[in-house]
């Protein structure tokens, strides 16, 4: 099943009554403002995370939410950019409609002024795990990235891959501020990510890795994806690993 990566991110005076943050501006799926437009391939919630220093309650709303109740969030990390623990909400066996053709909302309250980010991960239908030969290889790119935006970015991969196609499986992203990173296949309307780490070291959430939501995307051993780059940070040096399964 395909998922894709949206994120929301504001500089917030503080709010004592939940207030909308402002759609992070994206080539793959339509924003105005505060919403996100739910594609209607899409039209289902497969995880999300709320991250800011002085959020103290989030919700997410669309429509057809409010038919029922809204979403609201718990845990929220409260680090500047993703801490070790990550805190991501996925719902990949069980995601939650939110209706296609409709508007994704992130709302929060903070008790100070500071930034505030919220990430979604839209699919359409449950998220199965798969299983193969998987194989990670390391990646590079030296992108300058515009702090609090998508930036692309090419990878240069660490060693050839043989001939062939590959599916990508897992990810994990590093640079000094990230905050989320999300592949760009070529001719692929989605653009699947992970939480962004700014250090080897830290911890991430295994559902990211090894196949757990299943196929990422594909690609020709001589026509990689390049990455999108979410941070809070003008980074210059970033690393990406790829989980990879030969298919041809």
Request: net charge negative; with cysteine; aromatic share 8%.
């Amino acid at each position: 099943m395909p998922f894709t990566l949206v994120a929301w991110n504001e500089n917030f005076s503080a709010a004592a009554t939940l207030d909308a943050l402002t759609a992070v501006a994206d080539p793959h799926v339509r924003v105005s403002g505060d919403d996100v437009w739910i594609p209607e391939a899409l039209p289902m919630l497969a995880g999300y995370k709320l991250l800011g220093p002085y959020i103290t309650q989030a919700r997410i709303e669309s429509p057809t939410l409010r038919t029922l109740t809204p979403i609201d969030v718990s845990p929220i990390d409260t680090g500047t950019e993703p801490t070790g623990a990550n805190l991501a909400r996925i719902l990949a066996s069980n995601p939650k409609t939110v209706g296609g053709g409709e508007a994704l909302n992130v709302k929060c309250t903070v008790s100070a002024a500071g930034r505030a980010i919220a990430l979604a991960w839209l699919c359409s239908g449950p998220l199965a795990p798969i299983t193969g030969e998987v194989f990670t290889v390391r990646a590079t790119s030296s992108t300058t990235l515009t702090a609090n935006a998508w930036t692309n970015g090419a990878l240069t991969f660490a060693q050839s891959l043989p001939k062939g196609r590959y599916a990508v499986v897992g990810m994990r992203a590093i640079s000094a501020g990230l905050v989320a990173a999300r592949l760009v296949f070529p001719g692929y309307a989605w653009r699947p990510g992970c939480i962004g780490y700014d250090a080897e070291s830290d911890t991430e959430d295994d559902v990211f890795r090894g196949g757990a939501l299943g196929s990422w995307g594909e690609f020709d051993h001589d026509v990689p994806p390049t990455v999108d780059f979410l941070s809070i940070s003008a980074d210059t040096s970033e690393v990406v690993y790829l989980d990879l399964i030969k298919i041809a």
